[in-house]
């Protein structure tokens, strides 16, 4: 490649790409084989999948209150993109300077044994999970 590609470390520098995500409205639809995960917190189901080395995070909603039919009833599939962090609060205050926003509490996450979770949110990155280490 010929261009050269400037590095920012919007999360702080030992920040790690974990996964992208993915609404839909049902995993099954992707393959009947996805073992499913209930997250009550975050109020989904989910799947992952590794598709030639990039893992992908396959959420469906579990009702009508789910955070992610929005995007569903927008054909939006792209859902967020997730890094994984060593400590939340140094992430959240790097990420600030880059104008993300967070747009949640720090919470368990029951797909990662119970690691916690923060989103955040730019307005031309959209939205972006932090899980921390």
């Known amino acids: ?8 470390d919007f999360f702080g520098p030992n920040a790690v790409f974990e996964h ?14 996805i073992d499913k995960i ?3 917190i975050q109020n989904v189901n989910l799947g992952f999948i590794n598709c030639n080395g990039l893992t992908i995070e396959l959420v469906e909603p579990i009702d009508k209150n789910s955070p992610i039919n929005s995007f569903i ?3 939006q599939t792209y859902y967020h993109i997730c890094f994984s ?3 939340l609060d140094e992430s959240i205050a790097s990420a600030k300077k ?3 926003v967070k747009i ?14 923060v ?15």
């Open 1 to 8: 490649m010929n261009v050269s590609i400037q590095k920012i």
């Open 20 to 33: 992208v995500g993915i609404a839909l409205k049902q995993i099954k639809d992707v393959s009947k084989n």
């Open 38 to 40: 209930h997250d009550n």
């Open 73 to 75: 009833e927008k054909n």
């Open 85 to 87: 962090v060593p400590d």
């Open 98 to 100: 880059y104008n993300f």
């Open 104 to 117: 949640s509490k720090p919470v368990p996450a029951i797909a990662f044994d119970n690691r916690k979770i």
């Open 119 to 133: 989103w955040l949110y730019h307005i031309k990155f959209g939205l972006v999970e932090l899980l921390e280490n």
